[in-house]
């Protein structure tokens, strides 16, 4: 099979295409004919070797990235019932765990059928990056009464936090930058959507807003732009913090939760993991919602031979919604 390889932390173009041997499925274990693979900003920062980026340690190199994959089942080992076999699946498989191939394994007892109708990038985007703002949506209790500020509202976790939210009657203000991702971020159902790479911005949507201040703030993005958002919190307001891609997080002191009466916590790690029902419960969640065509991922794709691009375009935020490679 062929599988990008990582032989030397660094750029992009250390991802390798190259050949290698099948897997086989253990005991306990299916193997996946890949048909979409999950790509993670994790993932690219595994591959620039930046620790500091990252929950777990630097993996021992070589290595092949990769967190989610959806596939066919086309292989069981000792103990798993062949039922299995030919069936539509999709799964997380871990750290870094071999995903950006054309074969994967994984445990049969971690596997989610994919629902008919759900094509097999959106199962992925689903399975990983919905089980995340579904926690995330969770933790943030959202009613009708709120009015909801989303960072980086074009990406893959921001898009489904603004329809989330929107479905649960609040009025939502989405912030991306450029306008083509501007208008995905409206076509999602933002009531306000910004670029918020121009100048100016934060006053645009307390324009817009005519008087109301926002009442939650979900920051995926960190930096000048989040804290931008913090200011435009109104008295008595919350903030989810859930990740600093613009390469810091939001600069918040002890004064500025005081003077608003603020509430601000972390929607990250056990605190993902501890909501009702652990992450499966959400990961099954996510799988049901995309199948009703409540939450509808955007994913973008790329073949597996132009993962160094995938990561690279990533990176530099030229992506709206999931990337997945396809082999």
Do not use: C
């Amino acid at each position: 099979m062929y599988a990008i390889r990582l032989h030397e932390f660094g750029p992009a173009e250390n991802l390798r295409y190259e050949e290698v041997g099948d897997p086989a499925a253990g005991p306990g274990q299916v193997r996946i004919a890949v048909k979409a693979a999950g790509v993670h900003l994790l993932d690219t920062a595994v591959q620039a070797g930046d620790a500091e980026g990252l929950p777990f340690p630097l993996p021992d190199l070589p290595v092949t990235p990769g967190r989610e994959v959806a596939g066919v089942v086309d292989q069981v080992g000792d103990g798993v019932d062949e039922s299995w076999l030919g069936r539509r699946v999709v799964t997380h498989l871990g750290l870094v765990n071999a995903g950006y191939a054309e074969l994967a394994v994984r445990e049969a007892d971690a596997l989610f059928p994919v629902p008919d109708g759900l094509d097999f990038g959106a199962a992925v985007a689903m399975v990983g990056t919905g089980r995340t703002a579904l926690a995330i949506h969770h933790i943030g209790a959202v009613t009708s009464d709120d009015v909801v500020l989303v960072t980086a509202a074009a990406g893959g976790v921001g898009l489904l936090l603004v329809q989330a939210a929107r479905q649960a009657g609040a009025t939502v203000v989405g912030v991306a930058g450029g306008a083509a991702k501007v208008e995905r971020v409206r076509a999602a159902g933002a009531d306000v959507a910004v670029d918020y790479s121009a100048p100016g911005w934060s006053k645009e949507v307390a324009e817009a807003l005519g008087g109301r201040t926002v009442t939650l703030v979900y920051d995926g993005v960190g930096g000048a732009p989040g804290r931008e958002a913090f200011e435009l919190l109104g008295f008595g307001g919350r903030m989810l913090l859930f990740g600093w891609s613009a390469g810091s997080m939001t600069e918040l002191t002890t004064k500025d939760l005081f003077d608003r009466m603020a509430e601000v916590t972390v929607a990250l790690g056990p605190r993902l993991v501890n909501v009702p029902g652990g992450l499966r419960a959400m990961q099954e969640k996510a799988l049901t919602e995309a199948a009703a065509g409540r939450l509808v991922p955007a994913v973008q794709s790329f073949p597996l031979r132009e993962a160094a691009r995938a990561h690279t375009e990533l990176l530099g935020r030229g992506t709206v919604g999931k990337v997945v490679l396809v082999p």
